[in-house]
């Protein structure tokens, strides 16, 4: 499938699943909206999950095949890579919340994709473990897999839910919550 009609059915399967969530959703709705063929969406994708993690992962990063925060981080004093790490995922959050919310909801209701949501769980801390290489275990105040563990639980689409949508913070306060409560959890020298 050409690149303009991939963000073509992505765009569609957005709007579908917004609005009616990913079990009401049909991939024949899907393709009349993208202007496609239905056949042309499975032949694609595979199945109506694997064009839901599709819309997913290019809600999280748009425009690229794979969702990858390698090199994300430039290495610097720990309170910097935490303001970084709190940055990167305050624009992820703001990108994909709702589909982090619409994902989370699906996987209740369906094996495959709570399966799924299961895994992307374990390779959003997988990707905080990525992230926080640049700080060295003589700068943390915990074991390393606690650390990785407090930034994956504390830069978290739950929290992004409880603070930005319902708590109603603004994105800049969220993004210096996240900043900050993750440098208090983790590092061994809070310094302003």
């Known amino acids: 499938m050409r690149q303009r009609t991939r963000a073509r059915v992505l765009a569609a399967a957005e709007e579908e699943f917004t609005e009616v969530g990913y079990v009401a959703a049909t991939v024949a709705r899907i393709a009349a909206r993208a202007g496609v063929t239905v056949q042309s969406i499975y032949s694609s994708w595979g199945s109506k ?26 290495p610097g004093h720990p309170r910097e890579v935490v303001s970084q790490i ?85 994105l800049d306060a969220f993004e210096k919550w996240v900043g900050e409560t993750i440098a208090a959890a983790v590092l061994r020298v809070v310094q302003e």
């Open 49 to 74: 999950s694997a064009l839901f993690r599709a819309y997913l992962e290019s809600a999280i990063a748009p425009g690229t095949e794979r969702v990858d925060f390698s090199g994300a981080i430039s």
């Open 86 to 170: 709190a940055h990167l995922f305050r624009a992820v959050a703001e990108r994909s919340g709702p589909a982090w919310r619409l994902y989370r909801d699906a996987a209740a209701v369906d094996p495959e994709i709570a399966a799924d949501w299961q895994q992307l769980q374990m390779l959003r801390r997988g990707t905080f473990d990525i992230l926080l290489q640049s700080v060295s275990d003589r700068d943390l105040r915990v074991a390393r897999p606690v650390a990785v563990d407090s930034a994956w639980a504390i830069a978290s689409p739950d929290m992004y839910e409880l603070l930005v949508e319902r708590a109603t913070y603004t």
